[in-house]
């Protein structure tokens, strides 16, 4: 007696990978901004209390937005100051606390206005020599940033 069509194996099925043989899809780039005020010899770290650490003011860019108005943006949200943009600081590549590839860039930042005031994200802000800064920023990525070159230089331009 012949076999069912309906019990015949469809190759095309038997072909179909597992969940297992699927390979997971690779996260997207999560990408940032930020910025180093420099005042008076000094640049501004930031303290995040839901995070538990001390880092350069940045953030995550929003839809449509671009990598400079997200470094200005996040900026006077996190610290109150407004702020134009100078020089571009080398960018940061690292992954995140999820495991995502993330780039930051960052700008030297010039203060135009403002004041600080503790907020829902950041509860302290100093000014530090970039040594001071470097010794209690919680990332590596943030202590090689402002032992840059270029941080230093504007840092000694300001009047450090």
Do not use: C
């Not at 699927?22 to 640049?43: K, N």
């Not at 860039?105 to 403002?114: A, N, Q, V």
């Not at 600080?116 to 800064?133: G, I, K, Q």
């Amino acid at each position: 007696m012949p076999t069912p069509a309906n019990d015949v194996p469809d190759a095309s099925v038997a072909a179909m990978p597992t969940p297992d043989d699927v390979p997971e899809p690779a996260a997207a780039e999560v990408h940032a901004a930020g910025g180093v005020m420099v005042r008076d010899g000094a640049i501004a770290i930031v303290h995040r209390p839901y995070r538990r650490d001390w880092s350069i003011p940045k953030g995550k860019l929003d839809p449509g937005e671009s990598f400079e108005q997200a470094a200005v943006r996040e900026l006077q949200e996190e610290t109150g100051f407004t702020v134009e943009l100078g020089d571009e600081l080398p960018e940061v590549r690292y992954r995140d606390h999820h495991d995502r590839p993330k780039l930051v860039r960052y700008w030297l930042m010039r203060i135009t206005g403002g004041t600080f005031a503790a907020n829902d994200e950041v509860d302290e802000l100093r000014w530090l020599s970039p040594d001071d800064a470097a010794t209690l920023l919680t990332y590596e990525a943030d202590r090689t940033l402002v032992r840059s070159a270029p941080v230093r230089t504007a840092v000694a331009a300001s009047g450090g």
